[in-house]
């Protein structure tokens, strides 16, 4: 599946950040949501992505920003109405991602039945890690994600608990919105998550395969 142009820094493309949510059951329930049957989607903007040793930014309108840890799937092959069969034929590899989500502000949404974009979509709230090859992740579902806050585990999940599996993800979305070289698919986070404030230090990692951490600063109005 080679790609015309290298996927390595896949957050300098400025394509699609797609997020399934409610992908992990106790993470459904944590929140007081129904197990979904249909994968949930929505969209973060491609000026969400920040990379380490840049800031994760507070936005000025929340006071309970949360930490989801997750699984992204970088797409190295584009395509529409992919089989599940052949989906990962259209995986490049992987990167440990953050769904920052201001959970107040959703939670506003959700009632007022409005889109979840002040809550999900804001500048730096997908942190993304180095890019990680396909050949070094044998199984996508057999991974154990973390993330800790200032030194205390928030999260420890495992990717073989996702409600729906990265090839079925990929067939579903595809039949929705056509997939493109440099797509990024988060996958859902598992339970534990909650609030981080002011210079909190996040570190998070994907078993022995990679770390990330960030700090958090307020941003500037
Ligand atoms: O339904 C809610 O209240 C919240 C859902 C999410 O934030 C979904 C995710 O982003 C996720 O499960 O990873
Ligand atoms: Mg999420």
Redesign the pocket.
């Known amino acids: 599946m080679a790609s015309s142009r290298n996927l390595s820094r896949f957050w300098e493309w400025g394509r699609k950040i797609i997020?399934?949510?409610?992908?992990?059951a106790e993470?459904?329930k944590e929140?007081k949501?129904e197990v979904p049957t249909e994968p949930?989607l929505?969209l973060k903007a491609p000026s969400a992505y920040v990379r380490e040793g840049a800031p994760v930014l507070l936005p000025y309108y929340t006071n309970n920003l949360h930490h989801?840890v997750?699984l992204g799937v970088v797409i190295g092959k584009g395509g529409t109405n992919i089989a599940q069969s052949n989906a990962m034929d259209h995986v490049e590899g992987y990167a440990l991602c953050l769904?920052m989500?201001a959970?107040d502000v959703?939670?506003q949404c959700?009632k007022k039945g409005l889109p979840?974009t002040l809550a999900?979509a804001f500048d730096t709230s997908c942190p993304v890690s180095d890019f990680i090859p396909k050949e070094t992740i044998q199984d996508p579902h057999n991974l154990k994600i973390w993330l800790k806050v200032n030194d205390n585990l928030r999260q420890e999940g495992h990717t073989s608990s996702m409600i729906f599996s990265v090839p079925f993800l990929i067939s579903y979305i595809s039949r929705i919105i056509t997939l493109e070289e440099g797509d990024l698919i988060?996958t859902?986070?598992p339970k534990g998550?909650a609030a981080v404030g002011e210079n909190d230090e996040m570190a998070a990692g994907i078993d022995n395969i990679i770390t990330m951490k960030f700090q958090i600063k307020k941003q500037l109005q």
């Open positions: 997020c399934v949510g409610r992908n992990y993470h459904a929140l949501n949930v929505f989801e997750e769904d989500s959970r959703q939670d959700k979840w999900k988060l859902g986070t998550v």
